[in-house]
């Protein structure tokens, strides 16, 4: 379905651009008055309307930010060639007037607003000149209604910031919506796949756990056979650990008790907790709170949302690096900062935080970000991540701030 839709839009394009061609072929050959002269404004004619047309040809292949800055450029120049060529056609100044339109197909906010603003120095120059220099020989319908024209040019310009800025955020918030789908059905599956497959595999487990303690304690046993079982019974609690995860994100939660939860205590606690995880490898973990924050949730939630972060900043920092947490109140918002100076991710590895099977730890499962961003959720918090590969990484909490009048 996907390839369908693709190959629609590529022949939707293509068309399009077809059509375009050839208007700008009729405009160089049928009753052109410089054809019969074949002077440098014709050739220059001729030469921008084959430039322009390579460019729309190609762009579909070659997507990138230096051809779109090429395709306004040989664009700009067109319409502005054709304006001085002809300017017994008063309707290509209604082109100039909309150059900016072409960024407008690109969705690039820097693109846009850059040739918003040179199309309106290069309008001011042409104004001026046939203002001075030109005073209405070439140009009357604009000597004559001067300020008129500028007024046009100023409100057409307003309406294409218009639809800009309209179109733009509707992309901007269908995408975030498509993010929040997905990550919808990221969480429905694992869910579904928990509910599936835990139970019949929890079962067997425990029982090979049982008998392999069993054995541990036997004495018919040598001490490397013991090690052996001791092993053994260590992976298996890994197994099971990841089987519990699972099952905290497939496990309904209505049932869920949520309390007034005091951040500064939690934050204390977490941070008692985890700093001798830390001091494994050199890491001090830096605590400032500005002021008392409370939120409502299930206290045990968040903390285990507060560790999993906190431990992901430690794993990933450096020996002697300092994790920084700092928590206040913000309109309404208790925003909660874990700041490390570590490896720091891509964006790339940033948007795939939360997928089944995805981490950047050699034994990670995925899993933990999947519930921190779930438990998130749940208390209509979210969890935002800057960073930069080799800066470390910015993991900003954010949660609704309790009403303590009530």
Known sequence: MK???????????????????????????????????????????????????????????????????????????????IFFLYPNTWSNFIFLCFIPAISILFFDTKLFYLSLLLNTLLIISLFSYIAIVDRGDLYPYIREDLIGNIINFLGSQAILYFIF????????????????????????????????????????????????????????????????????????????????????IAKPDKDTETELVNVTFVLQSVTDLLNTYGHFHDNKIVLSIVEDCYIVANSMEFKQLLINIIKNAIEASKDGDSVVLTAECKKGLVEIKVVDCGQGMSKEEIDSLGTPFYSLKSKGTGLGMMICFNIATKYKGTIHFESEKGKGTTVTIRFPAANMGK
């Open 3 to 81: 390839n369908k839709d693709n190959q629609i839009n590529q022949m939707l394009y293509h068309g399009t651009v077809l059509v375009v061609i050839a208007l700008m072929l009729l405009g160089l050959f049928a009753g052109n008055p410089l054809l019969h002269h074949l002077g440098l404004g014709y050739i220059t004619h001729g030469v921008l309307v084959f430039l322009l047309s390579i460019c729309l040809l190609i762009y579909p292949t070659y997507k990138s930010h230096f051809l779109r800055i090429i395709m306004i450029v040989v664009a700009s120049t067109y319409f502005y060639t």
């Open 165 to 248: 800025y309209i179109s733009y955020r509707r992309l901007k918030k269908q995408k975030l919506y498509y993010e929040q789908i997905k990550h919808s059905e990221r969480l429905r599956t694992t869910g579904q796949m928990a509910a599936a497959v835990a139970h019949e595999i929890r079962n067997p487990l425990t029982v090979v756990k049982g008998f392999l303690q069993i054995y541990e304690k036997d004495d018919t046993y040598n001490e490397n056979s013991k090690r052996h079982f001791s092993l053994m019974i260590n992976e298996l609690n890994t197994a099971e650990q990841v089987i519990s995860q699972y099952l905290s």
